[in-house]
C-alpha cells in the first residue's frame, strides 16, 4: 500500500491523493470503543510531508464474545469465523490434539502446530487479522556502478548478500541473490544504470518465536496465561478475543508494531536520511481489555482503538458495528442466535446508498423504484434489489475514481495489475468513502446537489440496462447471486484436464465486502468473482464444550476424491453448522 500510495501522491498530488484515501472515522466502532482519531489529518499530513521533504527519487475476519450475563447459559460464549481466499482445499482443516498436556479442539493450518482457532478445556479462542502497520518501504539510495552499495546517514554501507537455492523439478535448481540492507531485503532492486532500490522492513521477517505463543494456547489455564501467552506474540498483528470457564471474555491486539510518529510508514521512507528499524512496541502499549462493561467483545478488522500511531490500513466498521447491533437486539444469547448473527447478510451500507438512490430517481421506471423501496437490505444470493443496488454502487464508485483519479485512476481499479490478487485495501475502505462524498455532496467530487443527483441516476440506469442483458427484462428474476459467484478454485486450476475434476463451483454468492457473511470482490471490476469468504466457523458454549458447532466452507481432506474433500460445500452454503 506504501508504493500504492507514493505513486498515487505522483500522479494527482497531496490533497487529491488524501480525499481519495478513506480515512477510519473517528466515531466508528473499535476494539476498546475508544476513538481511533486524527486518521484523516495524519494521511494528510503523510501525503503533503512527502512532497514538501522532496519524494525519493526514482485479508478479514470476525470474532466477539459474550459475558456470562449476556448468555442463556450462564457461562462465555465465543464465536470467530476467518476470512481467506476462498480456495479448495481450504487453508484450515478441522482438528483434536490430545496427549501429554495437550487436549484442544479446533481448526488447525497446514505446517503451524497445534490449533489456531478454538478450545482446551478451560478456555476458547478466536482471532481477526489485526491489520496495523507492520511494514515499512524504504527507498535506498544504490550505487548506479555497484548496487550492492546503498548511502546512510554515515556514507556508504555494504549491503549483505544472501545466496537462495531454488529446486525445479527436471531442470538444473535456480539461484536467487538477495541483498539486504540495514531495514530489510530489497524487494525491488535497482534497474541498471538507475540509483533506486526498495528495501522492506517487515516484523514479519525479523526474528521471533511463533511456536511458543501457539503452544502457550493450547496449554493456558487461565485468563493470566493467555494474556502471558499473547505478550510473547511475535510478528503479524492479530486481533485476539477470549473466553474462560469462569466467566472472563477478553480482546487483545497482539504482535510486533514499528513505534512511529503520526503519519510515518503510509509512504515510502528516504533509506538515506533514515536513523534505521525503529523499535516495537511494548505488548502493553497495545489495544486490549478484559470484562467490557456492555458485556461484549468485538474484533473484525476494524480499528484497534486508541491515541497510538497504528497504521490506516483498516477495514471499515460495519461489520463490528452490525454484530453489535445484533448482540444488543437480544438481552441472552444462545448457540443458535450467535450462528445466526454469523450468516447475517444485511447492508447497512448499501441501504444508506439505496435511499439516496430512490431520493434522485426521478423519471426512472417504477419498477424499478419499487424494487429498491421493496429490498430489505439483504444481500441474499436470490435478491434482485441487492443485485440493482450493488450494480449501481459499483458503477457509481468507478465513475468518481476515474473523475478524482484520472489517468491514475487504474491504481485503485486495479486493472493493470499483475499481483495475485486484483483486490487493495481501497477495495475495503471504499463504501464509506463513497457515502461521505454522495451525502454532502462537494468539489471536487461534485459540483453541487444536482450533478450528484445526475450521476445517481445514470448509474441507476446503467445497473439497469448490465442486468437486462445478463439476466433478461424482468427485473423480478435478477438475482445478486448469478452477478456475484464464488468458485474454489485448486492451485492447479490452470491446467485445463485438471480444472473441472479439482474446483468446484460456480455457486450463487451473497454478501458483500462489509457484510457480516462476508464476501469480498474487486468493487471497481466487472465480472470478478468473489475472492475472500469465510473459511471456517466456529461457535463454542463454555458452558458445555459439547455444544458447540462448527463449519468448514469445503471439507477436511486435500485429496480429490475423498468423501471429506467437500463435503461441507452445500451446508456451509446453507448456513447449516455441525
Known sequence: TELLRERLLQAVGPARAALLDPAYGVDRATHTGEPYPGSAERLLHAYESAVAGGLPAGMASNAWAVSPSRSTTGAPLLASDPHIEARIPSLFHATHVSGGSFDAIGADVAGIPGVVIGHNQRLAWGLTAGLADIADCFVETVDPQNPARYRTPNGWEQASERIEEIKVRGEAARTEVVLETRHGPVIQPATPGTDRAIALRATTLEDGDIVTPFLGMLRARTPEDFETVL???????????????????????????????????????????????????????????????????????NAAGGNGDLGEEWCEPWRAERIATLLRATEQHDVGSFEAIQTDR???????????????????EPGIIEILRDWDGRLAPDSAGGALVSQAYRDVARRLVQRLAGGSSNLLTRESSTNISSMSSFDYRMQGWLLDQLTAPRAPAFRDAAERDRALRGAIVRAVDELTEDQGADPRQWEWGRVHTLRYAHSLESVPLLRGAYSRGPYPGGGDV?????SSYPTLRRGESVQVTPAYRQVIDLADFDRSRFQLSTGSSGIPGHPRYDDCIDEYRAGVSR
Open 514 to 518: 462489509n457484510t457480516i457473511w462476508q
Open 231 to 301: 505478550d510473547g506474540w511475535h510478528g503479524a498483528t492479530f486481533g485476539f478475543v477470549y473466553a474462560h470457564v469462569d466467566g472472563t471474555i477478553g480482546h487483545r491486539l497482539a504482535g510486533d508494531v514499528p513505534v512511529r510518529e503520526p503519519g510515518e510508514g503510509l509512504l515510502p521512507s528516504d533509506g538515506a536520511t533514515s536513523p534505521g528499524r525503529s523499535p516495537v512496541r511494548r505488548p502493553e502499549e497495545l489495544p486490549g481489555g478484559i470484562n467490557p462493561p456492555e458485556g461484549f467483545a468485538i474484533t473484525a478488522n
Open 346 to 364: 444485511r447492508s447497512e451500507a448499501l441501504l444508506q446508498l439505496r435511499d439516496l438512490l430512490l431520493a434522485a430517481s426521478e423519471g426512472v
